[in-house]
C-alpha cells in the first residue's frame, strides 16, 4: 500500500524550478538586510560596451530599485569620449595615463558624457521600467571640484582640466534615491568660478559612495577581482580581503599595477564609513546580483577588519 506521506518523485524539469526557488530564499536574507540601504555602483568597462552585458546591468539595477533598495550609478565613457574624438579630428595625448584634457576636449567630454553616454544608460533603465533620472556633478553644485595638480606619487603635474573631488553635496542625490528614482551620475565636477573638470569615475563613484554613507560601493571591471596563486601555479580569485590583508597582498607582490590603485580606493572607502567595497567582473551577465544576494559572490570584497 502507497504511503501517501512520502514526497513524490522529481523530473528534471521540477527540479530545475526547485533550484530557481532556492535562489531566491538564498536571496531572501540579503535583501532583508539592504532594504532601504543605498548602493553605489561604478558602471565601466566591457559592461557598457556589449549589448547583451548592458541589458544584464539594467536589469539588475532594475531589480535592486524594486525591492526596496537603493542604487545610485557613476559612469566613465572613455570610449565614447574617444569616439567623438576622433570624430572630430580632435588629437589627446596622455601623461601618466591621464588623458590631457584641453578646453576644448574637455567641452568634447562634457558633451559625450552628459548629453550622451549618461542619456543612453537613462533610457536603458527606463526601457526596463525603472525611474531613472541622469544628473553631473554641475547640476546643484553636486561634485565640487579643483585641479589636479599631483599625481600619485605626489609629483607636479599639468593635465588641464582634469580635477579632484573637493565635496560631494549629496541633497540632489538622496532626494531622487530615497524617492522612486535612481540617480545616474555623469563625473564631471565644478570649480569656484564655474568652470568644469572631467574627474575619474572611479573616484567619484568612492566619494559619493562615502558622502551618502553607502552600505556597499560595487566596481563593476573586466578582471574577476583580485587574484593570487595557488600551489599549483594556478590564479585563484581572493574573495575577502581587509585592511592588514590588501597591504600584505600589495608588498607581497600579489596587488600589482592598475589592481593597486582600484586595491587602495576600496580600502580607503571602507576605512571611511562604506561597510564593503566590492570588485567585480562586469563581464559575467548578471554579476551584480551574484555578489550581492549569494553567500560566496563572484568578486572581490574589501572590508575594514578581518572576517571571523
Known amino acids: 500500500m ?29 535583501i532583508q538586510k539592504l532594504r532601504g540601504q543605498t548602493i553605489v555602483i561604478k558602471y565601466g568597462g566591457n559592461a557598457m560596451v556589449n549589448d547583451s552585458l548592458k541589458q544584464s546591468v539594467m536589469d539588475d539595477i532594475t ?4 525591492i526596496g533598495i537603493n542604487p545610485v550609478l557613476v559612469h566613465g565613457g572613455g570610449p565614447d569620449i574617444n569616439d567623438a574624438l576622433s570624430k572630430m579630428n580632435i588629437q589627446s595625448h596622455f601623461v601618466n595615463g591621464l588623458r590631457y584634457t584641453d578646453e576644448q576636449t ?11 553616454t549618461n542619456k543612453e544608460i537613462v533610457s536603458n533603465l527606463c526601457a526596463k521600467g525603472a525611474k531613472a533620472i541622469g544628473i553631473c556633478g554641475i547640476d546643484g553644485n553636486l561634485i565640487e571640484a579643483e585641479k589636479l595638480t599631483t599625481d600619485e606619487a605626489g ?18 542625490i538622496e532626494m531622487l534615491a530615497n524617492d522612486e528614482y535612481i540617480p545616474v551620475i555623469a563625473p564631471i565636477g565644478v570649480g569656484e568660478n ?8 572611479d573616484t567619484v563613484a568612492a566619494e559619493v559612495a562615502i558622502a551618502l554613507k553607502a552600505r556597499k560601493l560595487m566596481t563593476l571591471t573586466d578582471v ?9 601555479n594556478q590564479l585563484r580569485l581572493i574573495p575577502f580581503l581587509c585592511e592588514e590583508e590588501v597591504n600584505e597582498c600589495i608588498q607581497n607582490g600579489i596587488i600589482t599595477g592598475g589592481m593597486i590603485p582600484k ?7 571602507v576605512l571611511r564609513g562604506v561597510k564593503s567595497a566590492h570588485i567585480i567582473d ?27
Open 263 to 269: 586595491a587602495l580606493g576600496c580600502l580607503d572607502t
Open 2 to 30: 502507497a504511503n501517501n506521506n512520502e514526497a513524490p518523485s522529481v523530473d528534471n524539469i521540477m527540479q530545475n524550478k526547485i533550484d530557481r526557488a532556492s535562489i531566491l530564499i538564498e536571496a531572501l536574507p540579503y
Open 106 to 116: 574637455m567641452e568634447v567630454a562634457q558633451m559625450v558624457l552628459t548629453g550622451k
Open 282 to 308: 562586469g563581464r559575467i551577465p548578471h554579476s551584480l546580483l551574484l555578489e550581492i544576494f549569494t553567500s560566496k559572490g563572484i568578486g572581490t570584497m574589501i572590508v575594514k577588519e578581518k572576517r571571523t
Open 155 to 172: 609629483n607636479p603635474i599639468d593635465i588641464g582640466f582634469v580635477g579632484k573631488v573637493k565635496k560631494i553635496n549629496t541633497k540632489v
Open 63 to 66: 531589480l535592486l530599485k524594486y
Open 224 to 232: 574577476p577581482g583580485i587574484m593570487e596563486k595557488d600551489e599549483n
Open 194 to 201: 564655474g568652470e568644469s573638470y572631467n574627474i575619474n569615475a
